[in-house]
């Protein structure tokens, strides 16, 4: 019996295994890189997702603070427009009487009411336009209502009390006399 020889392989058969084995594992690779380019893409448009929710929810916290700070400021706002009311009232209770701006106290209630409305003014205070406008009910409250000829139905014709917004937020309508026209009997 002879001894078994092992077979020896020739250079050419173990360059051609090499490259054999060299060529499964670069498609291997290839193939992991495929799956790992995927998975980066599915990562980068989580990223991108979270950015654009992360930008929103600055731009709406941002908002909200604005909108918070706005009606903190109306309270304190709103409070004073009875002064405002007091001192336009006491004006036209002076000139009412005869009193001009060249009366020392009638002077001095307009300068004062003309700083403190600049004041308010400064955070947003806008008066509302109501004599001579259509009525509004968002913006005008009916107190009472007259037929004047020649005046078109619902005409604010008089402000019994003037209204203010703060900003966009209405702080007070306007509470005005509007026209009414009287529809004609067997209309």
């Given amino acids: 019996m ?47 997702r979270v950015q ?4 929103n929810f600055a731009k ?15 309270g304190v706002i709103a409070s004073l427009l009875p002064v405002l009311d007091s001192l336009d009232s006491a004006i036209f209770t002076m000139e009412k009487h005869g009193k001009t701006e060249k009366d020392e106290g009638l002077h001095g209630l307009v300068l004062l009411r003309k700083q ?16 001579g406008k259509k009525f509004d009910p968002s913006m005008h409250e009916c107190f009472l209502s007259a037929h ?3 005046k078109e139905d619902e005409i604010v014709l008089e402000e019994i009390q003037k209204g203010y917004t703060l900003n966009s937020l209405l702080l ?3 509470k005005v006399k509007i026209n009414k026209v009287q529809e004609k009997k067997g209309e």
């Fill in 60 to 74: 709406r916290t941002e908002k909200e603070k604005a909108e918070h700070e706005n009606i903190a400021g109306a």
């Fill in 2 to 48: 002879q001894p078994h020889k092992k077979e020896e392989k020739t250079p050419q058969e173990h360059q051609k295994e090499g490259k054999e084995a060299f060529e499964a594992r670069l498609v291997e690779l290839e193939k992991r890189l495929a799956e790992e380019k995927e998975k980066a893409g599915q990562f980068r448009e989580i990223a991108q």
């Fill in 172 to 174: 007070r309508p306007s």
């Fill in 148 to 150: 004047e000829n020649g």
């Fill in 116 to 131: 403190l409305f600049s004041v308010l003014e400064k955070d947003g205070l806008r008066p509302i336009e109501a004599v």
């Fill in 52 to 55: 654009a929710e992360f930008e």
